[in-house]
Structure formats: structure tokens, C-alpha cells
């Protein structure tokens, strides 16, 4: 019993150093990809609102909320605190 | 051939699954109620635990040949896809065209967290140990505490099938208890200052990094972890259908009809391996508390991790984002949100903890892998070490 307790002990040391290095080698080969293909601002597009029916945010659940303003955020390049949901168009 | 009435009668009840159910069927077909009524009723993980109660039921109607264990019944040839490794890579398939990678390309270090979440797995593993398991056995439980439900399958019918059903129930089952789990753990071990720290926003990332990463995660984990390529491979196949922009059918597939149908099959497959002989033995109870454990000590090294990382990085890592290291996409990163939410309505930690929860999908593949390496059978007699090693000791040889 004892020695097998000793062996998962090993197993699972030796486990977290492989997924360590495995996955530190995937962060620099990301840092190193994003470094050498920086992203471009795609073209802007000419707004397109059509007149759509208005929903107030706070009919709508705070998780949906977080959601878009966390899309829009990474979208806009701006902190979510930059700016405030007004209104939610459904589809 | 004459029938009386009294024989007819005798043989008709006799046909019925009335007279061969057993208290083992009985206490079986209960479990299965509880598993549906937990599923419609409580909503805990309904489009897994739904077929998993509904298949188990099925399994342990008498007669009705529809245990995974009965050659040639229908749910038997359902269960060859889990027990030839055929269905987890699929849903890993349609999980990859579902997947964002952008927060994790935005934010790489974030990885780490997906790792350090691992350390549920391990935990467990030397729990399971403790508890009387062998180390095949006790890695198939310890996979458990990756939360992920096709890798724990995947692994346990590689490595420990007997433990299939207990194994996959459990995962399921803590899976969809993650937003009951979690919380208290993430409050217990950070401070109301760290659940209120508002993080950078991240950093757009270029498609082509986005097409690129899922070929080169490829290359890189399985040339490392040959065994986990099934599951890495479709993982990232169904990412690049996704992000590559010129396969919108396939992607779309994927992510829908492909996953939705996939899934079907794989729960009824898991739900009729759950029969009397298999699941109600005290192995199950063991594995059931092994399954807790797992999720506590993931939970744990995760915050714990990312604790570190935001001290090091003097206090732009907001702890409760390690939390998310588990895989259980999105509900993981979801339940980071909500807990930094309490402290802080206006502080959103939900893109930024998608980051470490992708991690932990690719974590906990990774965990399966060294898994498959140490004990797996993947060539029909060798493990890969054994293989790696006859390789090299032929290859010098053949050099002297």
C-alpha cells in the first residue's frame, strides 16, 4: 500500500511537470505567434440600424448582459466600464 | 402446439420483465428516476444527465436486452462507439467549433491556470490510492476532477472500463453542481479587496493567430502526448472549422446537429452501462466522494494559482478567474463572473475567465495524456513509454 501510495505520488509529480511544460511551451509559442502577426484594424462599415424593436437591459437577465458587454468590450477595444448598454434589439 | 388458458397465462407472465426484476433492477430503475427528476425537474445538466437516467433506466428493465453488456441489443452497439473511443473525440469535435480560443490567445499566461487546476487530478489520484484502487483505476477517478465529461470517459474506458457508469455520473453530476461547488471555495480562499480587482481589457487577436493556434497545439501536445490525439486532434479539427472562415457548413454541423446527436448516443451509451452489477457496489460510493474531492482540490489550485500569479503581477489578476481552470465550458467561468459580481457590479470577469476555462479543456486533455502514456494500451499490448522505449533500445541497437 505503501509503495503504491509512494508510485502515485511520483505519477502525479512527474503528470504536473509534463502539463506544465507542455502548456508553457504552448504560451510562448502563442506570445510568439501574436508578436509576429499583430492584429489590423479590420475596414470600417458604414452603420446599418434599421428600426428594430427596443428592449430595456433590465428585462434581460445580468448574465446576458455580462456576456454582450464583455463581447463589445473586446470588440470596441475599449474596458467595459467605457461605456453603458442602453438598450438591447432583439434579432 | 395446444395452449390451455392456465399455460398461456403461465407463459405470458412468465415473458414479462415483472418476473425476472430483481431488487438490484429495482434499486437501479430508482437511481435512473433520480437522475431524470434531477434533470427535468432540478435542471442539473439535463442534456447529459436526461439520456444518462433515461438509458440507465432502459438498462435495467428486465428482458429488454438494452444493458451496454447485451450482445447485439440496440444500446449495446451504441456502447461499441464509447468502448472503441469513437464518440468523446466527436464531442470533442463539436466542443472545438464551439470554442472560442480568442481570450486565451489574448491572454496566454492564463494557460497556466488550466494546468494548475489539474491539481484536482491529482489529489484525487492519490486519494483513490489511499482508498484501495490500483493506479489505473485511481487515474480514471482522478480525471474526474478535469470536469470534463468526454475525457473522464474517454480515459476510464481506456483504462479502468468496469468503473465506467460511477466514473461518468459522477463527472456529470459535479459537473452541473459546479455553480454550488465552486462559490463557496473561491469566497474561503480570497480576500473581498482580490474578488473586487478589475482586470485589463484584452487584446484583439488576428485571425490568422486564431487559425494557426489549433495546428499548432496539434502538433505540439500530441508529438508530446501521442495518446490524448484523438481527443486534441478533433478538439482543435472542429476549432479550425470554426475559425478557419471556409468551412461554415462543417463548423456549423459541429457545433449542432453533429454535437446534439453525438451526445444522444453517448449518454444512453454511459446511462446502460449503469446496471445493478456494475453500479451498486461500494466502489461507486468511493468514487462518488472521490469525484467531490476532485472538483474541491481543481477548484482550490486553481484560485490558489491564480492568487499567486495576481501577487506576482502586482494585483491585474483578478483570483477568482483560477477558479474557471476547470474545464465545465462556460458554466466555470460563468460562476467567476457571478462571485466577482457580488462584490462588484460592474466588474465583468466573464471574457477574461473564458481564457483559463478553454485552458482547462486543453489541460485536462493534456492530464489524459500522460495518463495514456503511463498506463494506456494505445498499440494493442505496449503503452506508449513501452513503445517509445523498445523503439529506442532497437534503434541503438541497430546503431551498435
Known sequence: MDSMVITSLTVSLIAILVIFTVLVILIYTIKLLVHFIPYEEPPTQKSTSAALPKTSPSSVSPDIISAITAVMATHLGKSPQEFHINQINPK | MELTFGSAATKIIGSTGFSSLTLGDGTMILVACVLLYLAIWKKFEPLLLLPIGFGCLLANLPLSMMASTDSGGLLNFFYQGVKHEILPPLVFLGVGALTDFGPLLANPSTLLLGAAAQIGVYTTLVGAVFLGFDLKEASAIGIIGGADGPTSIFIASKLAPHLLAPIAVAA??????????????????????????????????????????????????????????PLLGMLMLGNLFRESGVTARLHETAETHLINIVTILLALAVGSSMTADSFLRLETIKIIILGLLAFCMATAGGVIFAKIMSKLSGGKINPLIGSAGVSAVPMAARVSQRVGAEEDQTNFLLMHAMGPNVAGVIGSAVAAGVFISLFGDPTGGSTHAEVATNLISTMSASLK
Do not use: D, H, N
Request: aromatic share 6%; hydrophobic share 45%.
Open chain 2, 172 to 229: 456529470y453530476s459535479y459537473m452541473s453542481l459546479v455553480p454550488l461547488i465552486q462559490p463557496p471555495i473561491m469566497r474561503w480562499l480570497t480576500t473581498a479587496e482580490e474578488r473586487k480587482i478589475k482586470m485589463e481589457q484584452l487584446k484583439p487577436i488576428s485571425q490568422t493567430v486564431k487559425i494557426i493556434f489549433p495546428i499548432v497545439v496539434t502538433i505540439v501536445c500530441c508529438l508530446m502526448l501521442p495518446g490524448v490525439t
